[in-house]
């Protein structure tokens, strides 16, 4: 993997900083370089520390998202698109995305400004936890409202087809299942024709409590990768469904976190319009449902499978 080599390598990096960044930034000096995920033959994502010739000396850290198949120019216009928009880090409703800072086409990489705060993930289950949910639906009906133009499209159907094939691959896993499984996918297939359609705008798509970072009062969106044009109730749905299998995984209830799942679904609802509230429900069921396979993916979440599989029928066929 010649990208992440030359990535990782202090002398090419500090050749392409100088070269690419803004003027404020072509003299910093890089000080580390952290790889802090890495998925072989996909992704990276690693952390730079520079100190910013000035008085005094500052210190920032930018964060280098790279992508195998190339520089993923749309993401980082997307993210220049949002940040112009409304979505800086003073914006008065508190409500940003992480500064973009260039691309570096020699590294594959976009890159942006690292930013303080807590995942939601974290925080949600605390005292606090339903404020929290409220602001989040915030977030997302902001982002919902940006206008930015999206260049790919994703709709009920696509949504449907990602279930099969990874149901599929359940089934394959647990034959004992096969049934079950097949009838959850029909239910599924209900659930989708009953949907009712309402205006697609952009939406993040993979949009879930570790896509928020939390500074005091001000709420980040992160890892836009996904973003395209969609149903606005996908994003909550996806958000409440791994709620759900947060409160099943951390604290042994898939009801444990409901209280701020209703709180988010009622404040989305509230900015949004009551069209939206038949999407938000259909897309949980369907996120728990593709948990399911989810949960296969790990060890040590295996054992939340079957509980996982119980629920989405629950759910399916408590619906009319």
Request: with cysteine; net charge neutral; proline share 5%.
């Amino acid at each position: 993997m010649p990208w992440l080599i030359r990535a990782i390598d202090p002398l090419f990096v500090q050749q392409q900083f100088t070269q690419c960044l803004p003027p404020a930034l072509k003299t910093a000096q890089l000080c580390a370089i952290r790889v802090m995920r890495h998925k072989p033959g996909r992704r990276c994502l690693i952390e730079y520390d520079l100190e910013v010739n000035r008085l005094p000396i500052q210190k920032i850290t930018l964060i280098g998202k790279i992508r195998a198949k190339g520089t993923d120019v749309h993401c980082y216009q997307l993210q220049q698109a949002l940040w112009n928009a409304g979505f800086a880090d003073d914006s008065e409703d508190g409500i940003s995305v992480p500064e973009p800072i260039a691309l570096i086409p020699n590294l594959q990489m976009h890159l942006q400004r690292k930013v303080p705060g807590t995942i939601a993930t974290e925080l949600l289950p605390q005292s606090n936890g339903i404020a929290l949910a409220q602001r989040i639906a915030e977030a997302a009906h902001k982002l919902h409202q940006a206008n930015i133009p999206p260049h790919r499209r994703h709709t009920m159907t696509d949504e449907l087809n990602i279930l099969r094939d990874r149901l599929s691959q359940v089934m394959q896993q647990y034959p004992h299942w096969e049934t079950r499984l097949q009838r959850i996918l029909n239910l599924c297939d209900r659930l989708g024709a009953a949907t009712p359609e309402i205006k697609f705008c952009g939406i993040h798509r993979d949009f879930y409590a570790d896509q928020v970072l939390v500074d005091g009062s001000r709420l980040y969106l992160l890892d836009l990768d996904l973003y395209c044009q969609g149903d606005p109730g996908l994003d909550i749905g996806n958000f409440i469904g791994h709620m759900t299998e947060q409160g099943l995984r951390t604290l042994g209830d898939v009801h444990a976190l409901r209280d701020r799942e209703i709180a988010l679904e009622k404040a989305f609802v509230q900015l949004s319009g009551s069209a939206v509230q038949a999407s938000v429900q259909a897309y949980t069921a369907l996120t728990l449902v593709r948990h399911i396979y989810l949960s296969t993916q790990f060890a040590e979440r295996r054992s939340s499978t079957e509980i996982l599989l119980q629920y989405a029928e629950q759910l399916l066929f408590a619906e009319p």
